[in-house]
């Protein structure tokens, strides 16, 4: 009844939107996508050169609860490439900023054979940002609910603009996987493809050791997701509808 009644559906990804139009068979242009975004002023002042630092540097910032112990496969990964002499154990670590439950925080100690991760707890939201433009990898890590095949992860939009390699564990040929290759952002993979994560990182690892970077994010693209822009998208949205 509601979405008979709407003059129009407002859904936040694509795959949303069109699940609308098939599950309420409603006509195409009924449904209109806006999506979350991004603050343009969140990222003043934030240094966007290409940093190296001493060391590799792959990080994640939000909340681990504990539905997230299938991170410990990241660890899993990395140790991997420490093990098999791709990488220097002296010359990554795994950084992880926010609340982290107790329980997964063990689970990832147990894992953790070299002592690469950094838990740095919780910090304000310009410190994530600026923390971000110093990554050599984001972490972007749902794991394998299938309920977050048609949704954006909270952080997603922060992390495309902040013009860093992505690595998402979400499930695959969602909505994250179908923007991360519009994007080119990153790329997604099924939380157990150690085999498959292990060679995405060594690639920037190396690239990072040569001081070298083939990362070409479509930041025009990119900009389309600026919360002013999407702004300007639902006033002309209220526009059409007034007239």
Known sequence: KIVDFADKVISVTPISSQNYRQIFNLPHDKVITITNGYDEEDF????EKTIKLEKFNVLFYGTLNRDNNFLKNMILTMNDLIEEELVDVEKIELNLIGKIDLSIKDIFDKVDNYKIIRYHGYKGHVDCIEAGSKSNILLLPSGPDKGFFPVYLGKTFEYLRLGKPILAIVPRNGAMEQLLEETRSGKNFEYNDIEGMKSYILKYYNEWLKGESSF???????????????????ANLFNELAD
């Open 216 to 234: 070409n994010p479509d930041f025009e693209n990119i900009k389309q997701f600026e919360r002013k822009k999407l702004t300007e998208k639902l």
């Open 44 to 47: 003043e002042g934030v240094n």
